[in-house]
Each structure stands twice: as C-alpha cells, then as structure tokens.
C-alpha cells in the first residue's frame, strides 16, 4: 500500500501564491512519474503538470510560467508551487504519485485532493 498526503491549500486573492506539497509513503520501491491535477466544480479532472525522475516537467497551457512542479526524492514528496493565481485556477488539487512497490507491483497512487480557492 502506498498512501499520499497533501497539504498546502486554501483561500487567495488574485495574483497571490500558494505552495502545495504531496508526501508518498508506504510499500514504496522506486517512484518514477509524480505530477498534479485538479478538478473544478462540474468539470473533469485536468492534468496540471508533471515531472519525471530526472527532474525533466511538463506544463499544461494554461499554467505554464506561473506554475512550479519540483520533487524531493529523498523525502518522496513533489510539490507545486503556484504563482499569479487566477479565479480560474480555483479547484480542487490531487498529487499522482506512480512507481513501484517493495513487491515489485505496478502502484498508482492518488492523494486526497486539497481545495485551492481564488477570489477576485
């Protein structure tokens, strides 16, 4: 069993900041892909950004220049730091966390979510 824990949202003004981090813990092997998402009310869940091994990322459009993927491998823990927040970007937020287990199993992991609101 792998288990994520998020932390780090909340409530903003427009172009505030917010710092999200996700922590993997568990039957934990080796961890390859770790990345965000969010969900907006009556929409489906996006993907926000994504970062490899290496350290190598990838952004969606929509948050590319404001938004921050990072990892701490040694900690098992990614982050993301969000700048020059929009009323748009008002969601809730889920860490994906994948890799392999102790038994050597394929694991596919979600956190919780954790709710960002952005006010005008």
């Known amino acids: 069993q792998v288990q994520l824990v998020e932390s780090g949202g909340g409530w903003v003004q427009t172009g505030g900041s917010l710092r999200l981090s996700c922590a993997a813990s568990?039957?934990?092997?080796?961890?390859?892909?770790m990345g965000w998402y969010r969900q907006a009310p009556g929409n489906q869940r996006e993907w926000v950004a994504s970062?490899?091994?290496?350290?190598?990322?990838n952004y969606a459009d929509s948050v590319k220049g404001r938004f921050t993927i990072s990892r701490d491998n040694a900690k098992n823990t990614v982050y993301l730091q969000m700048n020059s927040l929009k009323p748009e970007d008002t969601a809730v937020y889920y860490c994906?966390?994948?890799?392999?287990?102790?038994?050597?199993?394929?694991?596919?992991?979600w956190g919780q979510g954790t709710l960002v609101t952005v006010s005008t």
């Open positions: 970062i490899r091994p290496l350290g190598s990322t």
């Open positions: 994906n966390v994948n890799g392999l287990s102790t038994s050597i199993d394929d694991f596919d992991a």
């Open positions: 568990g039957n934990i092997f080796r961890i390859n892909g």
